[in-house]
């Protein structure tokens, strides 16, 4: 439902197949965290996929802690988009 939320019909199938790429640790939040980061944008959900590849744990940060990972986000900012995508709100955006 999110990448439905996020995306084009034309893109859909092709972020499906990148997100299959990560099956890493915490594959299922880290997912949503780049399709947050992402926000719609094909490129920057490439981008976010090869941070997470390297360390899965810069895309949680950054996607749960907008404001000490100096994202130029704010918490209400990226709450929007979880809510926006369908998915629950991390607790440290609440």
Known sequence: ???ERSFSVAQREIVRGLLAEYTGT???RVK???LVL???NQDDLVDFLRCAKVDYRDVLYW???PEVSATGKT???IAAVYEKLGVVVPGPLR
């Open 38 to 40: 992402a926000d719609g």
């Open 1 to 3: 439902m999110a990448i």
């Open 75 to 77: 918490k209400k900012q």
């Open 26 to 28: 915490e594959e299922l």
């Open 32 to 34: 949503i965290a780049v």
């Open 63 to 65: 996607a749960e802690y």
